[in-house]
């Protein structure tokens, strides 16, 4: 099949039509026709070689939702079928028979296959491969694809750790940032029964955090204010990819809180050893979730109306998107139709 593609060829470009041959359908794999494409800012990595991978024509993109093309002879037929609306994430393929497939961690798989460092054949195209069927999960009807995009990498990535982390309704619990993940974090910890805080540099978003489901709101760049919420949460999420002052975050934890990391600063995180050990903190990384929680993820959106708040663009307008996700404009993710 001949893919139409939209690719950088070389570190920073802009986007130029790219056709490639996709080659023979595999057992487990899945063609699928791409109609709406989120940006996720490790698009932009891969698109401006900030992980130093240097593969190009680099075609990026991993949070698609579209319809089935094609299916490879192994693919259980009465999970997926031709025409079926699907999303595929951030992950694409795993191997299904090491110890962390076995276990259900599919996104621990060594071998996985992450959509958007695979080169040239990321879902920025009219049709996406998934290397095994059971990365490829049906959207609820009750989900617009628009608003499904971003579910499938930000969306998942942020509730895959509530489930891993054991966050209960009852727990008190704080969102760094109001981005991208963010607002869909404040959403899904509100549904999930949390009392919610969400912490932004100023309070130009508490509007839009307490309409997401926070009932507090921390403006960290106010003198003090994290300070005063020191002893708070039992649970903190920090989506930003900003370099924090570390030990003050650790500070707002309570005994045996966590602070989970899913935003990627640029610089190494180093905490003092005395603010985690006398209360038995804990400080840890977060990824996508896995093809089980995905799903779970998926379910519970639909069920709870959680929706990823988008701003849609034409294919004409890709580089307009890109920039938006760019310079952090983005109200609160870019998604672009492929019609």
Known sequence: MLVHAYAALEAGGPLQPYEYESGPLGANEVDVRVTHGGICHTDLGVIDDEFGLGRFPAVAGHEAVGVVH??????????????????????????????????????LCPARDDTVVRGDRGAFASHVRASDWRHVHPIPDAIPSAQAAPLLCAGTTVFSPLLVNGVLPTHRVAVVGVGGLGHLAVQFLAKWGCEVTAISRTDDKRADAERFGATGFLASGEEGAIGAAAGTFDFV???????????????????????????????????SPMSLLPSAKQVMGGIVGSAAHTRQMLDFAARHDIRAEVETFGVADFEKALGRVREGSARYRAVVEFG
């Open 70 to 107: 094609a299916v490879g002879d192994a693919v259980e037929k009465s999970v997926l079928r031709v025409g079926q609306r699907v999303g595929v994430g951030a992950i694409s393929g795993s191997c299904f028979h090491c110890e962390w497939c076995l276990s259900g961690q599919t996104n």
């Open 237 to 271: 999420l920090s989506t930003v990819s900003a370099n924090l002052p570390w030990d003050d975050y650790v500070g707002l934890l309570r005994p045996q809180g966590k602070l989970c990391v899913v935003g990627v600063p640029d610089r190494p995180i180093t905490l």
